[in-house]
């Protein structure tokens, strides 16, 4: 974030922005609804859910690892991947503010 000044900005504001980046992507946010469905999955299975490629459904995973949106655990010799809880409250309570806000102001 070199050029936008980010040390300008709360540490809050800089981690939602990381956050909203990794999920900024239509096929980061189609595994994100996988994951929902299913709980947790391989690789393997998201692959066959999305009109991607291994190594590229791969980066979009590492992207949202990457950020904490996802975690991954490995189960033999794959990487068995769930929503991190953690983040998802983070990303809700932030929507949640937004959203009581603007109940009460009007333009």
Request: charged content about 20%; proline content about 4%.
């Amino acid at each position: 974030m070199g050029a936008s000044k980010s040390e300008f900005f709360s540490e809050q504001q800089n981690e939602l922005a990381s956050l909203f980046k990794a999920i900024s992507h239509p096929a980061r946010v189609a595994i994100i609804e996988y994951l929902l469905k299913v709980d947790s999955c391989i690789c393997g299975d998201i692959v066959n859910e999305l009109p991607l490629a291994q190594p590229t459904v791969s980066q979009h995973l590492k992207e949202l690892k990457n950020v904490g949106i996802i975690k991954g655990n490995i189960e033999g010799t794959a990487i068995c991947y769930c929503l991190n809880p953690d983040t998802m409250k983070k990303l809700e309570s932030y929507f949640s503010g937004i959203s009581s806000e603007l109940k009460s102001k009007c333009c």
